[in-house]
């Protein structure tokens, strides 16, 4: 009884030493479905299609045109090959879908070509984009060995490249689909995808969603021209840079007929709620804005008019439904358990049974008496 007593005691110390470190890795069976839509925000007068977006199709028509919209971002992120002990590749894809604009007083719902389908100015996958990065599965941290971004086909009308090809190297620092384990309330660094860099991402404080503690962090995404972001082609990207007449941008003052050139610009603040023993993102809220102007709004020489000229890309306040909010919870509460048993019940069960039997061990040890002699029996 003694020896199993202090057998469980030393297993009760040793299990959350071997256990634990063995359950805060990034799990090879990560598989992460997020959905955010666009939210009321001001940015128009209706509810049903909170949103702006740019028309793809008025680059070939008189002017210049911008919906009012509803949008759906629908994101999947598994693990794929190379992933061992050390590393987990995991693999992000990631569309932002048009559900329906409002042009007048009609309400239009886009359609979606088949995944080998050729798209069309008209077509509802807006953006659409393939991450790829390996992770060091302790740290949770990009660990250098594949930073791949690959990009959705273009639309049809434009000049495409090859599949195999479609993909920049976007080496990364910060975190991205999930933080570190043991988060503390200090700035973290994230990756954000759509500018290509890691931002500074400020604790603002501490809430509770469904039941679990959550450190909520807001990253600023600065400022960026999108001609500048390396693509497959080694050109500006697809509608990053648009010359057109200043008629059709709506500009005055200049001569109607005067090319002016204008670059997609791009900026963010991004909110992520994390549950800080686990680094599982359990909400999600973007404020995402992209516009054109002048590349060199800069220049005090440049006409007013085009230097002060702003229109609307893409503005948007997107936000993680409800049912995406929940799951992750339930897989952040999944996590904190397992964490729990391995680092505490299991220890103080297998140590309170070590007591036990030590105790009862040592009972029995001290009750023994040697026999006298005149009470045996021959």
């Not at 050390?86 to 559900?99: E, K």
């Not at 239009?108 to 008209?122: F, K, M, S």
């Not at 220890?347 to 105790?359: Q, S």
């Given at each position: 009884?003694?020896?199993?007593?202090?057998?469980?005691?030393?297993?009760?110390?040793?299990?959350?030493?071997?256990?634990?470190?063995?359950?805060?890795?990034?799990?090879?069976?990560?598989?992460?479905t997020t959905v955010a839509q666009s939210q009321p925000a001001g940015l128009t007068d209706s509810n049903d299609v909170?949103?702006?977006?740019?028309?793809?199709?008025?680059?070939?028509?008189?002017?210049?045109?911008?919906?009012?919209?509803?949008?759906?971002?629908?994101?999947?992120?598994?693990?794929?090959?190379?992933?061992?002990?050390?590393?987990?590749?995991?693999?992000?894809?990631?569309?932002?879908?048009?559900?329906?604009?409002?042009?007048?007083?009609?309400?239009?719902?886009?359609?979606?070509?088949?995944?080998?389908?050729?798209?069309?100015?008209?077509?509802?996958?807006?953006?659409?984009?393939?991450?790829?990065?390996?992770?060091?599965?302790?740290?949770?941290?990009?660990?250098?060995?594949?930073?791949?971004?690959?990009?959705?086909?273009?639309?049809?009308?434009?000049?495409?490249?090859?599949?195999?090809?479609?993909?920049?190297?976007?080496?990364?620092?910060?975190?991205?689909?999930?933080?570190?384990?043991?988060?503390?309330?200090?700035?973290?660094?994230?990756?954000?995808?759509?500018?290509?860099?890691?931002?500074?991402?400020?604790?603002?404080?501490?809430?509770?969603?469904?039941?679990?503690?959550?450190?909520?962090?807001?990253?600023?995404?600065?400022?960026?021209?999108?001609?500048?972001?390396?693509?497959?082609?080694?050109?500006?990207?697809?509608?990053?840079?648009?010359?057109?007449?200043?008629?059709?941008?709506?500009?005055?003052?200049?001569?109607?007929?005067?090319?002016?050139?204008?670059?997609?610009?791009?900026?963010?603040?991004?909110?992520?709620?994390?549950?800080?023993?686990?680094?599982?993102?359990?909400?999600?809220r973007e404020i995402q804005h992209q516009y054109f102007k002048s590349p060199g709004w800069e220049d005090p020489d440049?006409?007013?008019?085009?230097?002060?000229?702003?229109?609307?890309?893409?503005?948007?306040?997107?936000?993680?439904?409800?049912?995406?909010?929940?799951?992750?919870?339930?897989?952040?509460?999944?996590?904190?358990?397992?964490?729990?048993?391995?680092?505490?019940?299991?220890?103080?069960?297998?140590?309170?049974?070590?007591?036990?039997?030590?105790?009862?061990?040592?009972?029995?040890?001290?009750?023994?008496?040697p026999e006298e002699p005149g009470n045996r029996v021959e």
């Amino acid at each position: 009884m003694i020896f199993i007593g202090v057998a469980a005691i030393t297993a009760a110390i040793a299990v959350p030493l071997w256990l634990v470190p063995k359950l805060k890795v990034v799990p090879l069976d990560l598989d992460i479905t997020t959905v955010a839509q666009s939210q009321p925000a001001g940015l128009t007068d209706s509810n049903d299609v909170p949103a702006r977006v740019f028309n793809r199709c008025s680059v070939s028509g008189p002017r210049a045109e911008v919906f009012d919209a509803h949008l759906t971002q629908q994101r999947r992120t598994v693990v794929i090959d190379p992933s061992d002990s050390g590393q987990v590749t995991v693999q992000s894809g990631q569309t932002v879908q048009i559900d329906r604009i409002q042009d007048g007083d009609e309400t239009i719902e886009p359609t979606v070509a088949p995944v080998d389908g050729q798209r069309t100015c008209e077509d509802g996958v807006l953006t659409g984009s393939v991450d790829v990065v390996s992770l060091d599965r302790e740290t949770s941290k990009p660990n250098g060995e594949i930073n791949r971004l690959h990009t959705i086909e273009a639309p049809e009308g434009t000049r495409t490249i090859d599949a195999e090809d479609n993909f920049v190297e976007a080496p990364r620092e910060g975190f991205q689909y999930k933080f570190g384990f043991d988060v503390d309330k200090s700035d973290q660094l994230y990756y954000d995808i759509n500018s290509r860099q890691d931002v500074p991402a400020k604790f603002v404080g501490e809430t509770e969603i469904n039941g679990l503690t959550a450190y909520e962090f807001v990253s600023e995404v600065p400022e960026i021209d999108q001609t500048l972001l390396e693509t497959p082609s080694g050109q500006p990207g697809l509608g990053t840079s648009l010359e057109m007449p200043a008629s059709w941008w709506g500009i005055t003052g200049i001569p109607a007929d005067e090319k002016v050139v204008m670059d997609r610009f791009a900026k963010a603040t991004r909110h992520v709620w994390v549950e800080p023993n686990t680094g599982t993102v359990l909400n999600g809220r973007e404020i995402q804005h992209q516009y054109f102007k002048s590349p060199g709004w800069e220049d005090p020489d440049l006409a007013a008019p085009i230097r002060d000229f702003r229109m609307d890309a893409f503005s948007a306040t997107m936000a993680w439904s409800d049912a995406t909010i929940k799951r992750q919870s339930d897989k952040a509460s999944g996590y904190v358990d397992q964490l729990r048993w391995g680092g505490t019940i299991i220890p103080i069960i297998i140590g309170v049974v070590g007591g036990v039997a030590l105790l009862a061990g040592i009972g029995l040890l001290v009750r023994r008496r040697p026999e006298e002699p005149g009470n045996r029996v021959e």
